[in-house]
């Protein structure tokens, strides 16, 4: 447009030493005044004009396309021929960063909004942020930023979270009930046999206990009432997950998602079937563990969410050796362990430690990684192919 502009330009003024007639003056004028006035409507525009995120944090599942809104005001009286928005967007695992431009023409005292569909073919956190906004004039003669830095206008960042779907298993869950382990909660949905607390009073029926009978409660009631002893919950099953991968090997954006894959397929059978577990991990971002106890299907869906911000680290095994050393740790009927990466010192720690009285190490690698069979005195090791993480798992009694 500029080169036409100057054509333009050079052809008035040589119709203008041509003809003397007033309108090839006025022709002349009003093409050289046409940049100064497209500049000052351009400078006013650059202040009135916001671009931010409409709506706030998203999930959506792997391969799944989530819209993303954006929102355009244009508080000036006339239109915007040319807005063009740049937007970052990155997995914070990989932190491997894309741009996505979009141009669009602004209505006069409008507020339209714009919206576009991403999605993501590894699990995690995608971040999106409004890095650069410019509009220009209907001739493109000038460009100009829109005034104040896109990070200090609000809702210019916004964030969308990818979680796996809900993964089939039909695994065998073991009973650890009766191994002594200490506890002070009680299931609110399945009576048991501690008589130390009562889940429910009833009429009696046939086949109810004599000696659950409630005498106090039945003279008073002048019907025999019955007492139900309720369920210990012990957190008989511990789950550590080692978020221990190195970035340099090939396809580590897809072992961390088979990782992610076994946590939250055994984290939702588990919860699926009204057993409470312990899961704990190690988060890079304050440094230290964190524990969660999954007691329904809630806790599951949020504890995958919170895993997959805690970010990758590589070295050291952190979340099992915080635990060992810390003063909350307790003994479980089964301790299973997920890593991409097998270390028998770690089936040795959580043996010397007594963690457990049965521990499972749950190996993600790939299908063409090596696949013998690895004798471990302490642990069963489950071989776990990231391209069919459940077929994987099928026969590990949890």
Not at 35 to 55: C, D, E, N, T, Y
Not at 151 to 156: I, L, M, R, T, W
Not at 299 to 328: C, F, K, T, W
Request: charged share 25%.
């Amino acid at each position: 447009m500029l080169v036409i502009y100057i054509i333009l330009l050079i052809a008035s003024l040589l119709f203008y030493i041509l003809y003397i007639e007033s309108f090839s003056f006025y022709l002349f004028a009003f093409l050289v005044a046409l940049p100064i006035i497209l500049f000052i409507m351009l400078r006013r525009a650059s202040k009135r004009v916001k671009v931010s995120f409409a709506g706030g944090q998203r999930v959506c599942v792997r391969g799944g396309h989530i819209p993303v809104v954006i929102r355009c005001e244009n508080r000036c009286r006339y239109p915007i021929s040319n807005l063009l928005i740049e937007i970052e967007h990155y997995n914070t695992v990989d932190s491997i960063k894309d741009t996505v431009k979009i141009c669009t023409p602004l209505y006069p005292k409008e507020v339209q909004f714009l919206t576009m569909h991403l999605s993501s073919l590894h699990y995690g956190t995608i971040k999106l942020s409004i890095t650069r906004c410019r509009i220009s004039d209907m001739l493109k003669l000038f460009k100009m930023k829109l005034k104040g830095p896109a990070k200090n206008v609000p809702y210019s960042e916004t964030s969308f979270t990818v979680i796996p779907n809900i993964i089939p298993i039909e695994n065998s869950i073991a009973n650890y009930s009766e191994m002594g382990l200490e506890t002070d909660e009680y299931s609110k949905d399945h009576k048991g046999d501690d008589p130390s607390e009562i889940f429910d009073i009833h009429e009696y029926q046939e086949g109810d206990k004599i000696n659950r009978i409630h005498w106090k409660l039945s003279a008073k009631q002048d019907t025999t009432m019955v007492k139900d002893y309720s369920l210990p919950i012990a957190n008989s099953i511990i789950m550590v997950v080692d978020m221990n991968i190195d970035r340099k090997q090939n396809d580590f954006m897809g072992i961390y998602d088979a990782v992610v894959e076994t946590v939250s397929a055994v984290t939702q059978y588990l919860s699926e079937n009204k057993t409470v577990h312990k899961v704990i991990w190690y988060d890079t971002i304050t440094g230290e563990n964190i524990s969660m106890t999954i007691k329904d299907e809630e806790d599951s869906r949020l504890l995958i969410s919170m895993l997959l911000r805690s970010g990758l680290y590589s070295g050291e095994h952190p979340a099992l050796l915080n635990y060992v050393n810390s003063q909350d740790r307790f003994k479980c009927g089964h301790l299973m362990y997920f890593s991409a990466n097998y270390d028998e010192s770690v089936t040795s720690l959580m043996n010397d430690a007594d963690l457990a009285f049965r521990y499972s190490y749950l190996l993600i690698h790939g299908s063409d990684d090596d696949n013998r069979t690895i004798a471990d005195e302490f642990a069963e090791v489950v071989h776990v192919d990231l391209n069919n993480a459940p077929e994987s798992i099928r026969d590990l009694c949890l």
